[in-house]
Structure formats: C-alpha cells, structure tokens
C-alpha cells in the first residue's frame, strides 16, 4: 500500500496544474482581447489620419478629421483641422469647386 503523503502530493499536483492551465488560457485571452483593443484604438486614428492627409496633399477638400470617442490621439484632431481650414482644403470649398466646374 502507498503512503498517504505520496497519494496526496500526487492528487494535490493535478489540482495544481488544472488550475495553471486554466489560469494561463485564462489570462492569454484577456491579454489576446485587450491587446486587439488597444491595437484597434492606436492604429485606427493612424489610418484614418494617413488617409486624410493623403487626400490634402493630392489636392481633395476631404471632410474634417475625427476619431472615435474611444481612440488614442484626440487631442490632434482640433489642431489639424485647423491647420487644414487655414491652407484652404475643407468641404465647403470642395462642394463649391466642383459646382463651379460643372
């Protein structure tokens, strides 16, 4: 007959490795999920902003840049826009170009 120590140190390490297991798929889907998170709410401002500034600079009046609520980089928004408006690039002007050349 085995010792009682032994059938409990064996019964406690499979306790202990179910719950590393589910401890480490639990935190790798945690880190998975906020991670595409923060991804999405840094590189989705970077697009939308690259796209934009492509547009100016092939000469369309695109509409003012804006981000969703959530998304890093807000506080550029209110200066490019600016920026843009000030060297002449906005929708009204594109609307009223394009009228023009009708």
């Given at each position: 007959m085995e010792h009682p120590y032994f059938v409990f140190a064996?019964?406690?390490?499979k306790v202990i490795f179910n719950v590393f297991?589910?401890?480490t798929v639990f935190t790798f889907v945690l880190l998975s999920i906020g991670g595409?998170?923060?991804s999405?709410?840094?590189?989705?401002p970077m697009y939308k902003f690259l796209n934009h500034m492509q547009q100016v600079a092939q000469g369309e009046a695109p509409k003012p840049l804006s981000?969703?609520?959530h998304d890093y980089f807000q506080e550029l928004v209110e200066p490019?826009?600016?920026?843009?408006?000030?060297?002449g690039f906005n929708?009204?002007?594109h609307n009223s170009i394009t009228k023009k050349a009708q």
């Open positions: 064996f019964e406690y390490q297991a589910i401890t595409l998170i923060l999405h709410r840094v590189a989705g981000f969703r609520e490019y826009n600016i920026i843009v408006d000030k060297k929708a009204k002007d």
